[in-house]
């Protein structure tokens, strides 16, 4: 059991999981799963080129197929351990997880205006909001820390991702809303700066 005190290393690797077979139909995942495509393992492994020297000893990952997928092929590359957080796991979608938005309009028909009035604190039907997944992310980057020697690469997902890249910046909502993390990229947080690798 890794210890959940306050612990949160000050240099942090990030990156998002590979694309996958969902991403490409934009239906939401959520904490359900796909499998990557041809393109999404690709990305990970052009990830795991570019990491070679970076001297990542740990990476934590979301213990979700693609997240878990993307961080086995770049750690065993890198030759760094490999360890499961479930607190990097995605937004949970709830009811709308494999739904694109146009079904979602069909059975939700509010969903997408109330989401839009308040995005921070919407919840997902049956699921959950930024605001509490980033009481996880907080969780996540305290474990990662705790496991970790030296930099940790963290393998997670776009919406967790916000969340993190927050924390540890000490970004409010309304600029965590606003950050992006494609398929293939990794982030360097360092402080309260952050720079793509």
Not at 151 to 159: A, D, K, R, T, Y
Not at 173 to 183: E, F, K
């Amino acid at each position: 059991m890794i210890p959940q005190d306050r612990h949160v290393p000050e240099r942090v690797l990030l990156a998002r999981h590979g694309q996958t077979v969902w991403n490409a139909e934009h239906r939401l995942q959520g904490q359900l799963d796909s499998p990557l495509t041809d393109a999404g393992l690709a990305q990970a492994h052009a990830i795991a080129d570019r990491l070679v020297d970076a001297h990542v000893l740990t990476v934590c990952t979301s213990p979700l197929g693609r997240a878990m997928q993307t961080a086995r092929i770049i750690a065993d590359r890198i030759g760094a351990d490999l360890i499961s957080v479930p607190e990097l796991a995605e937004v949970d979608h709830g009811d709308l997880a494999g739904m694109t938005w146009d079904e979602i309009d069909v059975v939700y028909p509010t969903a997408r205006e109330e989401r839009a009035a308040n995005r921070y604190g919407w919840a997902f039907p049956g699921g959950e909001s930024y605001a509490q997944a980033r009481s996880r992310a907080r969780k996540a980057l305290s474990s990662c820390g705790w496991a970790s020697e030296g930099i940790p690469l963290l393998v997670s997902h776009e919406m967790i991702g916000r969340m993190l890249r927050a924390e540890l910046r000490g970004l409010d909502a309304t600029n965590a809303l606003s950050l992006r993390h494609p398929h293939g990229v990794v982030f360097e947080i360092d402080g309260r700066s952050e720079r793509m690798l």
